[in-house]
């Protein structure tokens, strides 16, 4: 990772740690890197994106940039038209999962992947000079808000099957998805009750999506629904709830998947890819279905990472992305809901016996922090992370990683002791303020 880009692009409070300024500069790099590039920009629904977008597209200009700005796009429209309409860089302004008053930029090449931390570096280094073109060879903007119907179309092209006869619950988080998930369940068949899925940028992400499954997991019975899916602000997350009310997350959407490309022959090498994070009992459950897996570090780039890597199909994180790289080139929550549905007509199968795994108990724990390098590289944090991990060897294990995009250091303790994993959790947190605090 370079200075100011993270695990999942650059991203912090607008106006604090995320200003015009750089965001400015960001577009004015792509300029320096490429001659007269073709960018296309695309955004979820924040305060902010206008913005940004046209900090962004002004400073791409000024290098002599093209720039098409497609407006609300979920995060995979804005890579997938990327690659298919030959732009040069796709460019998407959202925060993800993260509340009203963030923002980030993420960048995409013409292939439609994510640039690698090396590519991250060049445009970093750009920011030190500025390229200003004279006049006639200055950039233009415009608007083209219906390139999002190219998108749907390869959503709705990518169902086998109709749904109808499904009754699905889709809980928009008043991000990217609002508008077109429902359109494309409604359009494959589906009766859809739609939550949350207005375009009001202030409430994104608050108490809603894939956040907060739980909610959806109330209108589930409330509509008495087969399936309820929740996506995060720019739609690269799916959270799930199944008919019976309880919460299907990532690690579970991808064991279930795994087991049913094995048994259509479309999971490559048998092998699927998760991250240090994935559920223990993710990894026993598909090794008892003949299925091998791969970690990697948490962040959803080093899970495609590895599917190019190795030439694999699927990969994900717990937090609900999950990458079909036969079908596209990052996490697409409204792609990979399409596919679960498919699953279940396919299979003639409910959610509940289709993902059913018991996963063993996590603690996690979210702590805020001043200084998270200073913790990461505390001899005493890495004194008492090898003494809770020789506690929990052969039964469990415990995680300190800092947070790629917020100021948080996260404590995750996995074994099938709950009270074992609340009381190390606690004394690690307890370590981590203590370290923070010292002067």
Partial sequence: MGLF???????????????????????????????????????????????LTLAVAGGAMSGGAKVVDAGVVPTAGVAYLTRTLNFDYGIVISASHNSGEYNGIKIFNSDGYKLGDKEEERVERCFIRERVNAYPDIGTYEQDLNLVKL???????????????????????????????????????????????????????????????????KRMFRYKADIGFAFDGDSDRLMAVDELGKVVDGDKIICGLAKYFKKLGKLKKNTAVGTSHTNMAIEKNLKEAGIDFIRTDIGDKYV????????????????????????????????????????????KTTMSKALQVELYPQTNKNVIVEDKFKIMNSEEMSKALVKYNEELEGKGRMMIRASGTEPKVRVMVESQDSDLNEKIANVMVALIKRIDAEV
Avoid at 33 to 44: A, N, R, T, V, W
Avoid at 178 to 189: N, Q, S, T
Avoid at 191 to 197: P, Y
């Fill in 151 to 217: 998108y749907k179309e390869y959503l709705i092209s990518a169902s086998e099957n109709s749904l109808e006869g499904l009754t699905i619950v889709l809980d928009g988080a008043h991000g990217a998805a609002h508008r077109i998930a429902p359109d494309v369940f409604r359009k494959l068949g589906a009766n859809v009750i739609a939550a949350n899925c207005t375009n009001e940028g202030e409430k994104i992400n608050q108490n809603c999506g894939a956040l907060y499954p739980e909610n959806l997991a």
């Fill in 304 to 347: 495609l990472a590895k599917l190019l890597e190795k030439d694999l199909s699927l990969g994900g994180e717990q937090s609900g992305h999950v990458i079909l790289k036969d079908l596209a080139t990052t996490g697409d929550g409204i792609l990979t809901a399409i596919i679960v549905a498919n699953m279940l007509v396919n299979e």
């Fill in 5 to 51: 880009f993270g695990t999942d692009g650059l991203r912090g409070k607008v106006n604090e740690d995320l200003s015009y300024n750089i965001a400015y500069k960001i577009g004015n790099a792509l300029s320096i890197l490429k001659e007269k590039p073709k960018i296309l920009i695309g955004s979820d629904t924040r305060v902010s994106n206008s913005y």
